[in-house]
Nanobody
């Protein structure tokens, strides 16, 4: 079992930056591809970014490309989401997720086996 704990959310103004962290409870996490998703009020959970187990293979949703950066630190068992130039439409609960087995469709929620509890990001205009 892998436990994921997100942190770093908060209330910011449009144009500001935030960095989210996702800490994993087990070192086996280092072999898992990881993803970030978000769910805005009244909307479905959507893909934001993903990173391969080696730290390569970076994928982004079109809506965040050029503004968000996903990275990981295997020594710290942590994945990060650096968010710049935040917009009000980025307001959502952000979740990190880990893929441990099966075919890896990085943008699909069903491809991930473990999820964190989420952290709220609110961007005011």
């Amino acid at each position: 079992q892998v436990q994921l704990v997100e942190s770093g959310g908060g209330l910011v103004q449009a144009g500001d930056s935030l960095t989210l962290s996702c800490a994993a409870s087990r070192r086996t996490f280092s072999s898992y591809p990881m993803g970030w998703f978000r769910r805005a009020p009244g909307k479905e959970r959507e893909f934001v970014a993903a990173i391969g187990w080696s730290g390569k293979g970076l994928y982004y949703a079109d809506s965040v490309k050029g503004r968000f950066t996903i990275s990981r630190d295997k020594d710290k068992n942590t994945v990060y989401l650096q968010m710049n130039s935040l917009k009000p439409e980025d307001t959502a609960v952000y979740y990190c997720a880990a893929h441990s087995s099966g075919t890896y469709y990085y943008a699909q929620t069903y491809a991930y086996d473990y999820w964190g509890q989420g952290t709220q990001v609110t961007v005011s205009s």
